[in-house]
């Protein structure tokens, strides 16, 4: 495929990235939202294919899409006061988000017109990134990896206590 292909693709992608995330925030049906994240985690993903971080990419579809955004779906869904069509949320502060948001935009633009550095090498990695990762995590990187899990184990815990629902009663003598 030829460079005007990829442009087209990757502004498709990056609208329907941009248009999604504004659907999430400015919807006022909370279902309408969720589903309309699950768009924009899409587009994220695929924009990290176009730059080259496939495995950044797959863990965006798995982390987000598989995990988190059914999670919120599951507590949207099963949540009974959710499912009362009159109830909406409200869109506040629209004048603070759009001094904020072309602040943010004013940044990203300085910072993309004052680097000229930004285009990537033309130095290939030898092999796959997720077999070099993979390698890295396994060697260099064992004990963070082995911290992160256990902390991730007592936040699972953590979680499951909080949220059971014979809770201990402190008054009984």
């Not at 499951?160 to 629902?165: I, N």
Request: charged share 10%.
């Amino acid at each position: 495929m030829n460079n005007l292909t990829y442009t087209v693709i990757f502004y498709i992608f990056a609208a329907i990235t941009v248009f999604s995330a504004a659907f999430v925030v400015l919807s006022r049906n909370v279902i309408y939202s969720a589903f309309s994240l699950l768009f924009t985690f899409f587009g994220v993903a695929a924009l990290y294919v176009f730059l080259s971080a496939d495995f950044i990419a797959v863990t965006q579809i798995v982390v987000y899409v598989g995990g988190i955004l059914v999670l919120l779906l599951f507590g949207v869904m099963f949540t009974k006061s959710i499912m009362n069509p009159g109830l909406k949320s409200e869109v506040l502060h629209v004048i603070p988000g759009t001094v904020i948001l072309a602040g943010i935009i004013g940044a990203l633009l300085y910072t993309f017109y004052t680097t000229h550095t930004w285009m990537p090498s033309e130095k290939q990695l030898n092999g796959s990134i997720v077999e070099r990762i993979g390698y890295e995590t396994m060697s260099h990187y064992v004990l963070p990896f082995e911290m992160v899990s256990i902390l991730l184990l007592a936040a699972l815990i953590g979680a499951a206590f909080l949220a059971r629902f014979d809770k201990p009663d402190n008054n009984k003598s």
